[in-house]
T-cell receptor
Framework: DTAVSQTPKYLVTQMGNDKSIKCEQN?????MYWYKQDSKKFLKIMFS???????INETVPNRFSPKSPDKAHLNLHINSLELGDSAVYFC???????????FGAGTRLSVL | KQEVTQIPAALSVPEGENLVLNCSFT??????LQWFRQDPGKGLTSLLL?????REQTSGRLNASLDKSSGRSTLYIAASQPGDSATYLC????????????FGDGTTLTVKP
């Protein structure tokens, strides 16, 4: 069983489109995260939710909107996609903010 | 500003060698430090987590140390194998209500047979 699963694994889309990436964890964790890894492999946090509440919101354009319908899910919706949004997006979870983070396999987004 | 730096950026060693990867951070007020491994095109695999109150953690051939006062951590890999080839990332979770993790840029390790 995959602990943290993301869908889709690959996403190719045109500029200006709106797309969503889904994340689910079956570990019973309270905290979930979204990270972005750019072409230089630098990994940076975007958002974090604890018990469905937003606790970290880095300087991310408001075209990016996370949604946590329940503790096990944290989805990422992106409006009006731009070329610079092309990256690998990783979802992660941890029991709480001090515990080990477990990562999903990533979603490779390519904006054409 | 809370920053994490990893040196070297790349390392190539022959199989069987012991090696050390370095991670430094600018603020000693941390919850924990976590070492990850990332294979090309793959996600991150957690290797070791050291809480701020701990000095080291061991798992198999891996040993991670933490010196909060000097803002440093090392990942020691004993008897390296070609299968250890990957990028190793250090993530520091700084103190604060949200416990934000900051990642280093990683060290890309190549172990030659």
């Amino acid at each position: 069983d995959t602990a943290v699963s993301q869908t889709p694994k690959y996403l190719v889309t045109q500029m200006g489109n709106d797309k969503s990436i889904k994340c689910e964890q079956n570990l019973g964790h309270d905290t979930m995260y979204w990270y972005k890894q750019d072409s230089k492999k630098f990994l940076k946090i975007m958002f974090s939710y604890n018990n469905k509440e937003l606790i970290i919101n880095e300087t991310v354009p408001n075209r990016f909107s996370p949604k946590s319908p329940d503790k096990a899910h944290l989805n990422l919706h992106i409006n009006s996609l731009e070329l610079g949004d092309s990256a690998v997006y990783f979802c992660a979870s941890s029991q709480d903010i001090r515990d080990i983070q477990y990562f999903g396999a990533g979603t490779r987004l390519s904006v054409l | 500003k809370q920053e994490v730096t990893q040196i070297p950026a790349a390392l190539s060693v022959p199989e069987g060698e012991n090696l050390v990867l370095n991670c430094s951070f600018t603020d000693s007020a941390i919850y924990n430090l976590q070492w990850f491994r990332q294979d090309p095109g793959k996600g991150l695999t957690s290797l070791l987590l050291i809480q701020s109150s701990q000095r080291e953690q061991t798992s198999g051939r891996l040993n991670a140390s933490l010196d909060k006062s000097s803002g440093r951590s090392t990942l020691y890999i004993a008897a390296s194998q070609p299968g250890d080839s990957a990028t190793y990332l250090c993530a520091v979770k700084f103190l604060g209500p949200a416990g934000k993790s900051t990642f280093g840029d990683g060290t890309t390790l190549t172990v030659k047979p």
